[in-house]
């Protein structure tokens, strides 16, 4: 059992930046290949990033790479992603979420866990 818990979320100015953090129980945090996913007012979730067990391999989707970074501390059982050059487009609810398979990375019905959420609104 993985529990999650996002947090830093907040409001920001447009080109803005926020650090978000997820917080997970557990002795097996660092078997999980963990992800991002975001869910605006209206819209479906979507997947934002996706990091390895180990952070050695990371993924993006188009609309946040070279400015999203995904990292992970396994010692502190915390993954992380920093959002930089924030825009309007980025507000939504940001997820965390834990599976065993990073191939499956894009798929969120691979992934076992899912933390609360945590609310981003960048303001223009």
């Known amino acids: 059992q993985v529990q999650l818990v996002e947090s830093g979320g907040e409001l920001v100015q447009a080109g803005g930046s926020l650090r978000l953090s997820c917080a997970a129980s557990?002795?097996?945090?660092?078997?999980?290949?963990m992800g991002w996913f975001r869910q605006a007012p209206g819209k479906e979730r979507e997947f934002v990033a996706a990091?390895?067990?180990?952070?050695?391999?990371?993924d993006y989707a188009d609309s946040v790479k070279g400015r999203f970074t995904i990292s992970r501390d396994n010692a502190k059982n915390t993954v992380f992603l920093q959002m930089n050059s924030l825009t309007p487009e980025d507000t939504a609810i940001y997820y965390c979420?834990?599976?065993?398979?990073?191939?499956?990375?894009?798929?969120?019905?691979?992934?076992?866990?899912w933390g609360q959420g945590t609310q981003v609104t960048v303001s223009s």
């Open positions: 979420a834990a599976q065993m398979t990073y191939s499956s990375r894009y798929n969120q019905n691979s992934y076992r866990y």
């Open positions: 557990g002795r097996t945090f660092s078997s999980y290949a």
């Open positions: 990091i390895n067990w180990s952070g050695s391999t990371t």
